[in-house]
């Protein structure tokens, strides 16, 4: 992509406005943070928590200085404790559900609980010293496809258990989404890194760059293991948006830009001086805030509807907002413009007006026929990812539209598949905290399969 | 504005806050500190012979992460030369002459000690003494402080000495350290005394460091038991203060209240159960000097509100309160009742009384997770207040008068109606056998538990 740019700012300017946002708690922050839980009976907290933390518990080990039993709490319900600590959109979660919130604002939840898993994280021991050890070897083997969050903490609690585990995932490193879809801002790469370690530690065998269907077909991994849990996420290229011309240079999906993000130095990573963003979710917005970090003189986020419809929190919007980001609303993407070379030099929309609710309850947009452009040297897709049903066609597996076919939690057509986190999840549960609950209570159930059909 | 000077046995001061014995008034730039942010009076650090204090003197006592609710020392008597004291005090008074000075004072058990010392202090101009009968660490193994006030009979002995020559008041500071305060209160008026300060520290081990097990604080590796102070002595020094109060032997004897004291409510409450002033120490080692701002302010606010003219008006207001159990009246019901408006959902009620009373508080609108509200069985309630102490919203649970359905009676006149002639008082021959059909009738059953009836957690039958 010869017509983006590094450089657009100083290095390390770059890194320091990429660092994780919020610093982390002193011992006393936490501390006096904590005391001001009131401990609730029967927290809400808690129950808005997907993987069911005892919160008022390790609030209360923090305040009482047992750092170490706080980590213990958390892991022991939820392995990526760490991650969701940084990632959890905790305002709509336990942070919402506080009964302090709607008065002097809920305990921090969410910074609570980094302060009690950096107790143990980046320990090479971390997990077994929050007690979480391989069960007794029951010689029975269970394959995991795909490394992210459901992926993961279903082959802790595998292992857990005792059973067998190798994990298959694509990318050369575990983590998924948690690893390539987050922006640094919110969560480093080496918590990830290091949770996906001590599944390792735990005794899981991990196949990275290894991608099931292609490298490794569904009929060998049902000879080989003993049931197989399909946690391959929400499938990855942006969905169709009908933009004409989309193969242009400078067009990329908002994820891949992410990823490079992770996976280099952020200042090498090419930009845009005038970035236009489709979509208005948090994927966008992470988007956003990279592309304006890195130098960007203009970035923009086109949505079809409105801020009152955009799935993007509420929060990220702000910080959009404070890093420049401009949104235009009721603006539909229709065809990319190029420059002699090829290189994507506008972007035609058409003006969207709002009608009836649609089926999720969201007004309809209607394309009008007033088109506006939109200059810009690099358009990023963030309209949501494309399932890929294929995969479980070659498990022999009943698809229903891009998913397959559930015959009960986390069981499909064939009782020695499962599937669970992303694959099977839609809307708000597309998060890490719900992959995590889903990769538990998946690992639960074919605990009891493997048990039942010893 | 209300008129806040007072005074305790004849020493005047222009407000009741003064600086207790202690850090605080160790010195002339100390006091002129205190008394420019408008302290009223000061009890000097006792003086008296050569001390020599240790390295990590205190130990905090930290709750729920709010700092030093209690305060312990091992720190003893003024450390700095007898004659440089009462030059200061000399000089301290000069520069306040509206001010009360007060000058703490603690020498062996000997008569013409004490007569030398007494009259030594009196030539620096001070207004009156107050003899450390109290200090429990350090000074009372040296037989001196509480090794004095544990023995009412020295309290007396050493007060009468005192009085011998002193020309101006004398107040003794009692300790809390001793069965029953009022008998070293006795004892001091027995030998003279103007007044009496209480409560001096309490003997305490404030905590240990689970690391080394070694105590809080450490001396090199050693500790000692040490004296506790601050916010969490409050409700102790309150009771003894009234004890005195309520005396009918120690009626009139003027009280400077002591222990904790730390807002303006807390100086009205000593004051309310018997002091004239109060003495302040921990809340000055916390906050500084310049909280005596807030006290005034506060205190004077209160009383224009309670429409009085002076703060002489509150003193002892309390005291006629202050009953035996046997004189409250066990037909008087209260029922807690919950705001719905103003409920968070926290469930702190719901919890404390199914764990520790009778289980009579739920949620009003089933299991939702927000928005939920707890709600009272007004049948089941025995309104003993532990919700709404437990409650963190102001006000959102409040104790409902119920309307009279007996007549009022207390433990004394049921014991009179119904008690066994030749039991005692305390036993009166009430037993459970004779409670259904005796006592049952005459009072309300909400305060006792139903014999006929086990509380097992099953469900009842219908």
Redesign the interface.
Known sequence: MGDLFTGLRPAAQIDADLAERLPAYTRNEA??E???C???????CM??CPTSIDIPGFIKLI?TDDRLGSAQRILEQNILGSSCARVCAVEELCE??C??A??EGPIKIGRLQRYATDEVYRDPNGFARAGLVSGAPTGRSVAVVGGGPAGLASAAELRIAGHDVTIFDRQPELGGLAMYGIIPLREPSEVAQWEASQVIALGATAKVGCEVGVDVSGEELLEQFDAVFLANGAGRRVSSISLVGAEADGVEDALEFIEEIRVQRPSDVPVGRNVVIVGAGNTAMDAATIAARLGADVVTCVYRRTQGEMTGYPDEYEHCLKDGVRFRWLTQPVRVLTDDTGHVSGLECRVVVLGEPDIDGRPRPTVTDDVVVIDCDHVLLATGQLREPGLYERFGLDVEWDRPKMTGPFHTSDPRVFAGGDAVLSGKELSVVDAVAQGRDAARAIDAYLEDHA | MADLSTDTAGIQSPNPFWIASGPPGNSLRQVRLAFEAGWGGVVWKTVGGPVIDTAMRYGGLDV???KLVGLNNIELISDRPIEVNFAEIAQAKEEFPDRAVVVSLMVETERQAWHEVVKRAEQTGCDGFELNFGCPHGMSERNMGAAVGQVPEYIEMITGWVKEVATIPVLVKLTPNITNIESGALAAKAGGADGVSAINTINSIVGLDLDTWETRPSVNGKGSHGGYAGPAVKPIALHMVSSIAHNPELAGLPISGIGGAHTWQDVAEFMLLGASTVQVCTAIMHHGFRLVGELETGLSNYLDSKGLASVRDLVGGSVERISSFGDLDLNWQVRAKVDPDSC?????C??VCRDNQVDCIDWENGTV??G?VAKVDQHECIGCDLCSIVC?VTDCITMEEQPRVLQELNWNGLNAKVGVPGFSDETSGITWERFPAEVAPLVDSHGFHNPSTADTGEPEPV
């Open positions: 501390i006096v904590a005391s001001n009131l401990y609730c009976f029967d927290a809400p129950v808005a305040q919402q559900a009964v302090l709607p008065h | 729920y992460g709010r968070i959902g926290c469930g702190k719901i919890e997770n927000i939920r963190p």
